[in-house]
């Protein structure tokens, strides 16, 4: 039998940071007093919002994306403003133009970094000499932060409790109805119990799972892709210790402090993207990756690597972090990451969102400003 609740002003699916950040902004900008926050996992924060990069971008990553590059340079003091604890500033980051393959030269990189504000500075010889001269053509050191995941989600439970938000772990929504001047969102609870939420208003912050509901949701119209994506995690020798490496822009790779593990990730353009569909209804993207084999690459990327940074040959492997990573296709073609931001017509007052970087979330509450809740 379904239990059904009294009506609440808003439900938000998904309680990573993109879902728990909406959360508290209702709370605390918009007024919204009755607020349900529904995570199929026990813990929040623990899927995309942990296994990545953990990069807090400043535009240099985009190239060619003005558009991606100059909202990161805008939002980036923003984030560490607002995040100071869980934002670690104290290594020092590096990209690196390589000579062949690139799709930008260092001529050209230097040229967009100017463009969009963001400051270069050439390198000491203690640290070029980490690249091997013959395939790297220059080396910029850069203002570019890694973000804990650990610390963000304990930020974000804290916040939660006080904005009086109700969360529901361990729980998935199955559908999303019309109702009488509501919308009714179908749910099933850890102990198997079924409810029904009547709602004003319904965020959909489910990242990979964005298409996954039934009842009368539309799906998104953006197109997307799924992918599963593995990051390494290492533990790097003492050379590369304090340092954060990009090499660019192309098939090549990045090396990141991983502050939640005290490790980097090593991921690569051509390694770390192990498998790909097109995003549709009743494909289960966290079905998939729980069925998928899971077998690491690590050794095909520290090889490839090692070529361009020998230092990495002496890291140590330490685990795999598999997850799927969701981009829009539009995109595909100049590596932009705009957000997703969907009003679904026929269900008035459901938007979908979606985020292809931590600092996209101020893009995300501008569009919510726009709003009239």
């Known amino acids: 039998m379904t239990k059904t609740e009294s009506i609440v002003d808003a439900v938000v699916i998904g309680g990573g940071f993109y879902g728990a950040a909406i959360a508290i902004y209702l709370a605390k900008q918009r007024g919204l007093e009755r607020i349900v926050l529904v995570e199929r996992e026990s813990a929040l924060l623990t899927r995309a919002s942990y296994n990545n990069q953990a990069r807090v971008h400043n535009g240099y990553h985009y190239p060619r994306s003005f558009t991606t590059a100059y909202r990161s340079r805008i939002n980036l003091p923003r984030f560490v403003q607002a995040w100071p604890e869980a934002v670690k500033q104290d290594f020092t980051k590096l990209y690196a133009i390589a000579r062949r393959n690139s799709k930008v030269t260092a001529k050209q990189f230097v040229r967009f970094c100017k463009e969009i504000g963001a400051k270069t500075e050439p390198v000491d010889q203690s640290l070029r000499q980490l690249f091997e001269p013959h395939l790297i053509e220059e080396v910029f050191r850069v203002e570019e932060y890694a973000f804990d995941a650990c610390k963000l989600a304990n930020w974000a439970e804290v916040e939660l409790k006080e904005c009086g938000v109700k969360i529901h772990l361990e729980a998935r929504v199955s559908a999303i109805s019309k109702g009488d001047n509501v919308l009714k969102v179908s749910m099933r609870e850890k102990d198997g119990t079924a409810s029904e939420v009547a709602t004003r208003h319904v965020f959909n912050c489910t990242y990979s ?52 593990r005290g490790l980097h990730t090593l991921s690569h353009v051509r390694y770390t993207p192990h498998m790909n569909w097109n995003d549709q209804h009743g494909i289960d993207p966290y079905q998939k990756l729980y069925e998928y084999e899971r077998a690491t690459r690590v050794d095909r990327m520290v090889r490839d690597v090692g070529r361009y940074l020998p230092a990495v040959l002496g890291a140590h492997y330490v685990e795999s972090l598999f997850e799927v990573k969701t981009v829009l296709v539009k995109n595909e073609g100049d590596d932009g990451r705009p957000i997703l931001f969907e009003k679904h017509e026929s269900l008035p007052g459901c938007y979908s969102v979606l985020g292809g970087k931590i600092d996209n979330i101020y893009d995300v509450l501008e569009k919510l400003d726009d709003e009239d809740f």
């Open 209 to 260: 799972g964005l298409n996954q509901f039934a009842g009368d949701f539309p799906g998104t119209t953006t197109q997307l892709k799924q992918e599963i994506t593995e990051m390494a995690l290492m533990d790097v020798p003492p050379a590369l210790k304090g340092l954060g490496i990009t090499v660019m822009d192309g098939p090549f790779f990045s090396m990141m402090p991983f502050p939640a």
